[in-house]
Protein backbone atom coordinates (compact mmCIF):
# COMPACT_ATOMS: atom_id res chain seq x y z
CA UNK A 1 0.00 0.00 0.00
CA UNK A 2 1.44 3.35 -1.02
CA UNK A 3 1.61 6.15 1.21
CA UNK A 4 -1.05 8.33 1.28
CA UNK A 5 0.33 11.90 0.65
CA UNK A 6 -2.31 13.45 -0.26
CA UNK A 7 -4.45 12.54 3.07
CA UNK A 8 -1.14 13.34 4.95
CA UNK A 9 -1.05 17.05 3.35
CA UNK A 10 -4.46 17.32 4.01
CA UNK A 11 -4.94 16.06 7.57
CA UNK A 12 -2.10 18.26 8.63
CA UNK A 13 -3.69 21.20 7.31
CA UNK A 14 -6.72 20.96 9.21
CA UNK A 15 -5.06 20.14 12.86
CA UNK A 16 -3.42 23.36 12.06
CA UNK A 17 -6.10 25.39 11.45
CA UNK A 18 -7.87 24.07 14.47
CA UNK A 19 -4.92 24.26 16.66
CA UNK A 20 -4.49 28.01 15.35
CA UNK A 21 -8.38 28.24 16.04
CA UNK A 22 -8.31 26.56 19.67
CA UNK A 23 -5.36 29.09 20.66
CA UNK A 24 -7.41 32.42 19.25
CA UNK A 25 -10.45 30.87 21.32
CA UNK A 26 -8.66 30.27 24.19
CA UNK A 27 -7.02 33.89 23.81
CA UNK A 28 -10.40 36.08 23.17
CA UNK A 29 -11.69 33.27 26.10
CA UNK A 30 -14.90 32.68 24.36
CA UNK A 31 -15.83 29.27 24.72
CA UNK A 32 -19.36 29.35 23.14
CA UNK A 33 -17.14 28.79 20.07
CA UNK A 34 -15.51 25.70 21.04
CA UNK A 35 -18.87 23.62 20.04
CA UNK A 36 -19.14 24.79 16.62
CA UNK A 37 -15.38 24.39 16.15
CA UNK A 38 -15.48 20.90 17.21
CA UNK A 39 -18.24 19.94 15.37
CA UNK A 40 -16.90 21.55 11.88
CA UNK A 41 -13.39 19.43 12.86
CA UNK A 42 -15.71 16.40 12.86
CA UNK A 43 -17.21 16.99 9.31
CA UNK A 44 -14.23 17.48 8.28
CA UNK A 45 -12.68 14.47 9.36
CA UNK A 46 -16.06 12.29 8.22
CA UNK A 47 -14.94 14.38 4.91
CA UNK A 48 -11.76 13.06 4.83
CA UNK A 49 -12.64 10.23 5.10
CA UNK A 50 -15.41 9.81 2.57
CA UNK A 51 -12.95 10.99 -0.10
CA UNK A 52 -9.43 9.46 0.65
CA UNK A 53 -11.29 6.20 1.72
CA UNK A 54 -8.99 4.13 -0.88
CA UNK A 55 -5.99 5.67 0.34
CA UNK A 56 -6.65 5.22 3.67
CA UNK A 57 -7.70 1.71 3.52
CA UNK A 58 -6.89 -0.57 0.90
CA UNK A 59 -8.38 -2.96 -1.10
CA UNK A 60 -7.53 -6.57 -1.02
CA UNK A 61 -8.70 -8.88 -3.16
CA UNK A 62 -8.75 -12.68 -2.89
CA UNK A 63 -9.91 -15.75 -4.90
CA UNK A 64 -11.61 -18.97 -4.01
CA UNK A 65 -12.16 -21.81 -6.00
CA UNK A 66 -10.88 -25.57 -6.61
CA UNK A 67 -13.40 -27.15 -8.89
CA UNK A 68 -12.49 -27.43 -12.95
CA UNK A 69 -14.55 -28.29 -15.49
CA UNK A 70 -13.04 -29.59 -18.39
CA UNK A 71 -15.11 -28.63 -21.58
CA UNK A 72 -14.98 -28.43 -25.48
CA UNK A 73 -14.94 -24.88 -26.63
CA UNK A 74 -17.11 -23.34 -29.48
CA UNK A 75 -13.62 -21.79 -30.90
CA UNK A 76 -11.06 -23.25 -31.99
CA UNK A 77 -8.76 -24.17 -28.87
CA UNK A 78 -7.93 -27.08 -28.37
CA UNK A 79 -9.42 -27.61 -24.95
CA UNK A 80 -11.10 -24.91 -22.31
CA UNK A 81 -11.96 -25.35 -18.42
CA UNK A 82 -14.50 -23.31 -16.52
CA UNK A 83 -13.66 -22.35 -13.01
CA UNK A 84 -16.47 -21.25 -10.83
CA UNK A 85 -14.57 -18.51 -8.89
CA UNK A 86 -15.37 -16.61 -5.58
CA UNK A 87 -13.91 -13.28 -6.03
CA UNK A 88 -13.03 -11.49 -2.18
CA UNK A 89 -12.25 -8.50 -1.43
CA UNK A 90 -11.07 -8.96 2.33
CA UNK A 91 -10.30 -4.99 2.55
CA UNK A 92 -12.21 -1.88 3.46
CA UNK A 93 -11.45 0.41 0.34
CA UNK A 94 -13.68 -0.70 -3.32
CA UNK A 95 -11.85 -1.90 -5.91
CA UNK A 96 -11.21 -3.19 -9.84
CA UNK A 97 -10.62 -6.69 -10.54
CA UNK A 98 -8.79 -6.33 -14.31
CA UNK A 99 -8.22 -9.28 -15.46
CA UNK A 100 -7.88 -13.12 -14.03
CA UNK A 101 -5.78 -15.64 -15.79
CA UNK A 102 -4.62 -19.23 -15.19
CA UNK A 103 -1.41 -20.92 -15.35
CA UNK A 104 -1.61 -24.21 -16.21
CA UNK A 105 1.32 -26.15 -15.19
CA UNK A 106 2.15 -29.94 -15.87
CA UNK A 107 4.84 -30.54 -13.12
CA UNK A 108 6.47 -33.27 -14.13
CA UNK A 109 8.02 -31.88 -17.04
CA UNK A 110 7.40 -27.98 -15.83
CA UNK A 111 5.48 -27.29 -19.56
CA UNK A 112 2.91 -24.79 -18.78
CA UNK A 113 0.34 -22.90 -20.69
CA UNK A 114 -1.68 -19.50 -20.12
CA UNK A 115 -5.13 -19.51 -20.07
CA UNK A 116 -7.02 -16.37 -20.82
CA UNK A 117 -10.70 -15.65 -19.52
CA UNK A 118 -12.97 -16.47 -22.55
CA UNK A 119 -16.68 -15.89 -21.43
CA UNK A 120 -18.46 -15.48 -18.37
CA UNK A 121 -20.65 -19.06 -17.90
CA UNK A 122 -24.08 -19.44 -16.27
CA UNK A 123 -23.44 -22.41 -14.71
CA UNK A 124 -26.89 -23.66 -13.42
CA UNK A 125 -27.50 -23.41 -17.50
CA UNK A 126 -24.96 -25.36 -18.49
CA UNK A 127 -25.61 -28.73 -16.26
CA UNK A 128 -29.33 -28.32 -17.32
CA UNK A 129 -28.94 -28.32 -20.72
CA UNK A 130 -26.53 -30.61 -22.52
CA UNK A 131 -23.29 -29.98 -21.00
CA UNK A 132 -21.86 -27.90 -23.83
CA UNK A 133 -21.23 -24.27 -24.52
CA UNK A 134 -23.56 -22.69 -26.56
CA UNK A 135 -25.18 -19.22 -26.73
CA UNK A 136 -27.69 -19.68 -24.29
CA UNK A 137 -25.42 -20.49 -21.54
CA UNK A 138 -22.72 -17.94 -22.16
CA UNK A 139 -23.28 -14.93 -20.71
CA UNK A 140 -20.97 -12.34 -22.61
CA UNK A 141 -16.97 -12.03 -22.74
CA UNK A 142 -15.60 -11.48 -19.26
CA UNK A 143 -14.43 -8.17 -18.40
CA UNK A 144 -13.37 -5.87 -15.42
CA UNK A 145 -15.41 -5.58 -12.45
CA UNK A 146 -15.82 -3.70 -9.35
CA UNK A 147 -15.67 -4.95 -6.12
CA UNK A 148 -17.49 -3.16 -2.72
CA UNK A 149 -15.64 -3.75 0.38
CA UNK A 150 -16.29 -7.28 2.01
CA UNK A 151 -18.53 -8.12 -0.80
CA UNK A 152 -17.70 -11.58 -2.59
CA UNK A 153 -18.88 -11.79 -6.75
CA UNK A 154 -19.13 -15.18 -7.85
CA UNK A 155 -18.34 -16.10 -11.56
CA UNK A 156 -17.32 -19.02 -13.40
CA UNK A 157 -15.72 -18.08 -16.14
CA UNK A 158 -14.44 -20.27 -19.81
CA UNK A 159 -10.79 -20.61 -19.64
CA UNK A 160 -8.82 -21.63 -23.16
CA UNK A 161 -5.46 -21.88 -24.47
CA UNK A 162 -4.81 -18.29 -27.25
CA UNK A 163 -3.76 -19.08 -30.42
CA UNK A 164 0.35 -19.99 -30.33
CA UNK A 165 2.40 -22.86 -29.55
CA UNK A 166 -0.08 -26.15 -28.92
CA UNK A 167 -0.44 -27.63 -25.17
CA UNK A 168 -1.67 -31.02 -25.34
CA UNK A 169 -2.81 -32.71 -21.55
CA UNK A 170 -1.31 -35.93 -21.03
CA UNK A 171 -1.33 -38.28 -18.02
CA UNK A 172 0.28 -36.36 -14.66
CA UNK A 173 -0.76 -34.38 -11.79
CA UNK A 174 -1.38 -30.45 -13.14
CA UNK A 175 -1.15 -27.07 -10.57
CA UNK A 176 -3.79 -24.35 -11.74
CA UNK A 177 -2.14 -20.94 -10.68
CA UNK A 178 -4.95 -18.17 -10.03
CA UNK A 179 -3.37 -14.75 -11.51
CA UNK A 180 -5.48 -11.68 -10.68
CA UNK A 181 -4.47 -7.98 -11.46
CA UNK A 182 -6.65 -5.25 -9.68
CA UNK A 183 -6.50 -1.42 -10.06
CA UNK A 184 -3.65 -0.93 -6.85
CA UNK A 185 -1.31 -3.61 -8.22
CA UNK A 186 0.82 -2.68 -10.79
CA UNK A 187 1.65 -6.44 -11.65
CA UNK A 188 -0.77 -9.71 -11.71
CA UNK A 189 -0.20 -12.24 -8.50
CA UNK A 190 -0.40 -15.52 -8.17
CA UNK A 191 -3.74 -15.35 -5.29
CA UNK A 192 -4.82 -19.09 -5.38
CA UNK A 193 -3.42 -22.50 -6.39
CA UNK A 194 -4.28 -26.10 -6.83
CA UNK A 195 -3.28 -29.00 -7.99
CA UNK A 196 -4.94 -32.44 -10.00
CA UNK A 197 -3.93 -35.37 -11.34
CA UNK A 198 -5.32 -36.65 -14.62
CA UNK A 199 -5.45 -40.04 -15.56
CA UNK A 200 -5.15 -41.60 -18.69
CA UNK A 201 -9.14 -43.40 -18.30
CA UNK A 202 -9.97 -39.09 -17.52
CA UNK A 203 -7.94 -37.89 -21.00
CA UNK A 204 -9.27 -40.64 -23.19
CA UNK A 205 -13.09 -39.43 -21.54
CA UNK A 206 -12.62 -36.28 -22.31
CA UNK A 207 -10.93 -36.69 -26.02
CA UNK A 208 -14.03 -38.22 -26.43
CA UNK A 209 -16.29 -35.48 -26.49
CA UNK A 210 -17.23 -35.77 -23.03
CA UNK A 211 -17.40 -32.70 -20.49
CA UNK A 212 -15.76 -33.62 -17.50
CA UNK A 213 -14.83 -32.75 -13.80
CA UNK A 214 -12.32 -32.38 -11.11
CA UNK A 215 -14.20 -32.30 -7.80
CA UNK A 216 -12.12 -30.03 -4.73
CA UNK A 217 -11.65 -33.81 -3.40
CA UNK A 218 -9.58 -34.88 -6.13
CA UNK A 219 -11.80 -37.43 -7.12
CA UNK A 220 -12.50 -37.32 -11.17
CA UNK A 221 -16.26 -37.32 -11.98
CA UNK A 222 -17.36 -37.85 -15.46
CA UNK A 223 -20.48 -35.69 -16.46
CA UNK A 224 -24.14 -37.24 -17.50
CA UNK A 225 -23.84 -38.94 -20.88
CA UNK A 226 -26.05 -36.90 -23.43
Known amino acids: MQFPHRLFLTVSGIVAAALLGAFTIRQGDNAALWLPLGLSIGSLAIAILSAFKNELFEFAPAVLGSEVILTHPRLNQEFAVILPLSFV ?6 GIVEWVAVKLVHIADGHFSALHPIFEVDLL ?12 NT ?13 VVVKSILFAVPEGPRFALVKGEYRFDIYLKANNIRRARVLHSFKYSLSDEFLSEYASGKTMVLSDLGIDVESPST
Do not use: R, V
Not at 89 to 94: D, L, M, S, V, W
Not at 127 to 135: C, E, N, P
Open 89 to 94: NTGYAE
Open 125 to 136: KFWQGKHYLHAE
Open 139 to 151: IGTFASFPMESKK
